[in-house]
């Protein structure tokens, strides 16, 4: 997935460890990746109630918006970790006084799922889990990098150890002649 490889090019220069793990946590960082709890987090606030399930969705989908928690690039039957978190999700809004968040989570899944047969993943469901668990989201990339640490850092000594700079190819499909306008020119 895009941390190790991120990792994994950033080794390949023989920079240091620590590089090499910032160049991680970056990609982690991303809205695709790791941000997506927390885009899933601001989508259900956004949200508001289970009866603004349908016309936001239609209104997302409509605008062909991208609806974070939902779809998974490897998992296309479901993500294996998503029902464990749900379960935990209805735990912790039994335990609350608040069931909203995992009521639209539910609704959101369930629409999204009859309308265009994507499955929720792990990160709308984390979404929840978070608020019911009132985690700083601020902190959440932190939170996921620090459980990942030690198995980035075997495998940054893993790349380490048998090193190769990794070259990805890259094809030019611009004009192939241009000519040269002095930067007062342009």
Same mark, same amino acid.
């Given at each position: 997935?895009?941390?190790?490889?991120?990792?994994?090019?950033?080794?390949?220069?023989?920079?240091?460890?620590?590089?090499?793990?910032?160049?991680?946590?970056?990609?982690?960082?991303?809205?695709?990746?790791?941000?997506?709890?927390?885009?899933?987090?601001?989508?259900?606030?956004?949200?508001?109630?289970?009866?603004?399930?349908?016309?936001?969705? +239609?209104?997302?989908?409509? =605008?062909?918006? @991208?609806?974070?928690?939902?779809?998974? %690039?490897?998992? #296309?039957?479901?993500? $294996?970790?998503?029902?464990?978190?749900?379960?935990?999700?209805?735990?912790?809004?039994?335990?609350?006084? +608040?069931?909203?968040?995992? =009521?639209?989570? @539910?609704?959101?899944?369930?629409?999204? %799922?009859?309308? #265009?047969?994507?499955? $929720?993943?792990?990160?709308?469901?984390?979404?929840?889990?978070?608020?019911?668990?009132?985690?700083?989201?601020?902190?959440?990339?932190?939170?996921?990098?620090?459980?990942?640490?030690?198995?980035?850092?075997?495998?940054?000594?893993?790349?380490?150890?048998?090193?190769?700079?990794?070259?990805?190819?890259?094809?030019?499909?611009?004009?192939?002649?241009?000519?040269?306008?002095?930067?007062?020119?342009?």
């Amino acid at each position: 997935n895009a941390t190790p490889f991120a990792t994994r090019v950033e080794e390949g220069t023989n920079s240091y460890l620590h590089s090499a793990i910032d160049a991680r946590i970056g990609a982690l960082k991303g809205p695709a990746l790791g941000g997506s709890a927390v885009a899933s987090n601001a989508q259900i606030k956004e949200i508001g109630n289970v009866e603004n399930v349908k016309p936001w969705v +239609d209104k997302a989908f409509a =605008e062909r918006r @991208l609806i974070p928690g939902f779809g998974h %690039r490897v998992y #296309k039957t479901g993500d $294996a970790r998503t029902p464990h978190l749900r379960n935990m999700c209805r735990t912790l809004a039994a335990r609350s006084a +608040d069931a909203s968040w995992v =009521e639209i989570a @539910l609704a959101t899944e369930d629409y999204v %799922r009859s309308m #265009k047969r994507l499955v $929720a993943n792990v990160d709308l469901y984390a979404a929840a889990a978070l608020y019911y668990l009132d985690f700083p989201l601020h902190l959440f990339t932190n939170f996921v990098a620090s459980a990942r640490i030690v198995g980035w850092s075997a495998n940054a000594m893993e790349q380490f150890e048998k090193n190769r700079i990794i070259r990805p190819r890259l094809r030019y499909i611009g004009p192939r002649e241009q000519k040269f306008v002095p930067l007062e020119q342009r």
